[in-house]
């Protein structure tokens, strides 16, 4: 401690200790704190008050650097009391002088030295002081550790892992600082997809452009960093099969999804993991079997003719054109209601357009800039996504409700016949409130799960279907030869106007193949990505935990090493012995994915297209309009960037029924 007594009357005094800090004035009834290492008490006779000013940490950093001194003004005789853990320098300037003088001037008068007076009996003072630097220094620690974190999380992490697969012979674009290679990767889709491409099926230089880019430097399997994220590109067909086998499947699981892509596809079968998962695909598998589907053929045959009757209508002088990726987009909404609601079939479409509306809302918010956790905000979009599914779910409760006081009439030979049916049934309980227990157990459905569900079901099966329908009709405006091949094939089998019935659909052939070859070539979902879980070894290569595999389905069905010299063109014969056979390796093909996780619904997909070009093909015969573009481009699902418009021609002198067969 240092005492400074009997400072003249009105004196001021400089104060800076170590360094200088701050400049502030003492004024008698009041101290400004001076913002590092020293306590200032000045005491006054007279005025017969103590002032301490404290130090407080948090407000010193700014000024600590803003070079000056601290002044206090005094009264005759005050005494001026330092402690300081620093050594402490002093100048006292009369005061008429001192006001007087310029701050310049000031600066020159002499100081007076005083060393540090060590700890003294103002113990709690010394110990606030000494907790200061504590927390200072534990807090620079954290600081610290939290830059290293980030540090290795955004740099040496992603440097290791690169050395690492570089060891192994896998190379790839270098790592940049937290972007990895996004910006280069955005530039060549944008480049790509920034023109329609020729009428060829050799599609992936548009439509994964930065694989066919790097993979010609790199070779196929190669490092692309999505930020600090390292996705390895997987397209050897005997790796593809080691990840999705279930000796090794444990060891990967799906990555999670875009929190925005998260909230359109529900946390239903597409998303969930574990036990949960493996519980509701138990359950709701049995909806998908084709004994099952096939009940449904003539409901669904309904659903195309009605949309046809409509385009004939339309048909002046015989021809319309129509853009067929939105009319197919509304054709399979309402065969997967019928899938999903059966006889409540009005209910349901009801609830997947309020989900439909929800989708929307959701699909806007995913093209702005992401920032996490907006989407709890009360904003108008976000308090309507809420209003829906507040509604969403007071509907389906309602017609659960109603579904179960009548649950006799919905059933098949004592099996619901829909998946609501199955999925009420497998919620075990009577009594609706169960239902509305939306803390799930693993061997439960509640009412959540089920809307969980149904959301999945409208994301995973309405648009990929939809897609199918949409390139399969484009490859045949574009290939007539082939469309001439299964429209002999329909009217052979099922006659000019007959919905298919199940025995004929079994039937079509040549119309299969050509769907196989449609989704080899425009495979709806692109890719498909798994995450390493632990440190795993595949084939020769050692992946470390977390790394994401990329497995592009896309590439795979182009692979001339794998599909022949033929392989970007469109030959629905090299699937004449099957699919097994259509390639020189049976994982060759994989629009559905792979392994535990396959595409529960590629039945209703395939059951769904080939009615509905079966039905299509009856009527019309159809080219690509003149204002088609070819632009296959990717946003989650593969799609024609310029929409698919298609001129239709009404067939003339369709064969009647009774022709049929004969
Ligand atoms: C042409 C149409 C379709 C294509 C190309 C397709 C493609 C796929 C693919 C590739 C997967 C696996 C994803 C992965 O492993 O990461 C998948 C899973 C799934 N698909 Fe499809 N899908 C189609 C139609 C449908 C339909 C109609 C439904 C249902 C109504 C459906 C429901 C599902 C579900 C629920 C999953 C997740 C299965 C699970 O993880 O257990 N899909 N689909």
């Given amino acids: 401690m240092f005492t400074l007594t009997n400072v003249p009357a009105n004196g001021v005094v400089a104060i800076a200790v170590g360094l200088n800090f701050a400049r502030e004035t003492y004024m008698p009834h009041h101290i400004l704190c001076n913002p590092l290492s020293f306590h200032i008490s000045p ?13 407080k940490a948090g407000l010193s950093f700014a000024s600590m650097f803003i070079s000056g001194e601290r002044e206090a003004v005094f009264l005759k005789d005050s005494a001026l009391e330092l402690y300081s853990v620093g050594s402490v320098q002093l100048r006292v300037i009369e005061k008429d ?31 606030e002081e000494l907790l200061y630097w504590f927390w200072l220094l534990f807090l620079s620690l954290l600081v610290l550790v939290l830059v290293l974190k980030v540090v290795g999380l955004l740099w040496w992490r992603p440097k290791r892992i690169e050395e690492h697969f570089s060891k192994q ?16 990767l955005v530039g060549l889709m944008l480049k790509a997809s920034s023109q329609p491409m020729p009428l060829s099926h050799n599609i992936l230089p548009r ?45 990967y699981e799906k990555n999670e999804s875009h929190p925005l892509v998260r909230q359109l596809e529900g946390d239903g079968l597409l998303s969930l993991k574990g036990e949960k998962w493996a519980h509701h695909r138990k359950i709701i598998t049995p909806t998908f079997h084709m004994e099952n589907l096939k009940l449904l053929i003539p409901l669904m045959g309904k659903s195309v003719v009605e949309m046809l009757d409509k385009w004939s209508e339309m048909a002046d002088s015989g021809e319309v054109e129509m853009e067929v990726s939105d009319r ?46 907006y989407r709890f905000f009360p904003t108008k979009k976000n308090r309507n996504s809420w209003k829906l599914e507040k509604e969403i779910k007071k509907s389906l409760v309602k017609l659960i409700y109603r579904r179960k006081q009548n649950s006799c009439d919905e059933m098949l030979d004592g099996y619901p016949k829909d998946l609501l049916g199955i999925m009420i049934r497998a919620g075990g309980s009577k009594e609706i409130p169960r239902g509305l227990n939306s803390q799930s157990s693993s ?39 082939w469309q001439e091949l299964a429209r002999e094939e329909v009217l052979r089998v099922c006659g000019a106007r007959d919905i298919p019935t199940k025995d004929d659909v079994a039937k079509l052939k ?26 795993v070894e595949l084939g020769s290569y050692m992946i470390p935990r977390g790394t994401e595999l990329l497995i592009p389905i896309l590439a795979v069905h182009h692979d001339p090493v794998l599909w022949g010299h033929d392989a970007t063109e469109f030959n629905p014969a090299r699937f004449s012995e099957g699919v097994a056979r259509a390639a020189k390796h049976p994982m060759a093909y994989i629009p559905f994915g792979l392994g535990a996780r396959t595409c ?32 296959p481009t990717v946003l989650m699902l593969l799609y024609p960037q310029y929409g698919a418009p298609i001129t239709f021609r009404r067939l003339s002198d369709p064969i009647t029924p009774q022709d049929h067969g004969s």
């Fill in 43 to 55: 005491t006054k006779k007279g005025v017969g008050k103590h002032v301490t000013s404290r130090i």
């Fill in 510 to 535: 040549t119309l299969s193949m050509i769907l196989h070859e449609s989704l080899r070539l425009y495979p709806p979902a692109i890719a498909t990505i798994r995450r390493a879980k632990a440190d």
């Fill in 600 to 631: 529960i619904g590629q039945n209703l997909a395939i059951l769904q297209a080939k009615l509905a070009i079966a039905i299509i093909l009856q009527r019309f015969s159809f080219r690509l309009a003149p204002s088609y573009r070819h632009a």
């Fill in 97 to 127: 002088k001192g006001q007087g003088m310029r701050w310049k001037d000031r600066k020159k008068l002499p100081f007076l030295s005083v060393p540090y007076a060590g700890i003294d009996d103002r113990s709690n003072s010394i110990m």
């Fill in 169 to 184: 012979g896998i190379k790839g674009p270098p790592y940049r600082f937290f972007i990895g290679n996004v910006k280069e």
């Fill in 328 to 373: 197919f987009q509304t054709l399979t909404e309402d065969i997967i209601t019928r899938t999903a609601f059966g006889s409540s079939y009005e209910d349901g479409k009801a609830i997947f357009r309020l989900q439909a509306q929800q989708m929307v809302l959701a699909a806007e918010a995913f093209r702005k800039v992401f920032i996490p956790g």
């Fill in 207 to 251: 439509v994964l452009s930065f694989y066919h880019h790097w993979k010609k430097i790199y070779g196929a399997t190669f490092l692309v960093w999505f930020g600090p994220t390292a996705r390895l590109t997987v397209s050897d067909p005997d790796l593809i099969r080691e990840i999705f086998s279930s000796l090794k499947s444990e060891f």
């Fill in 443 to 481: 061997s439960t459905i509640t009412v959540d799960d089920i809307i969980e569900e149904c959301k999945s079901f409208f994301f995973a099966g309405k648009q990929t279907t939809a897609n199918l329908m949409t390139w399969t009709t484009v490859l045949l405006a574009m290939h007539p030869q």
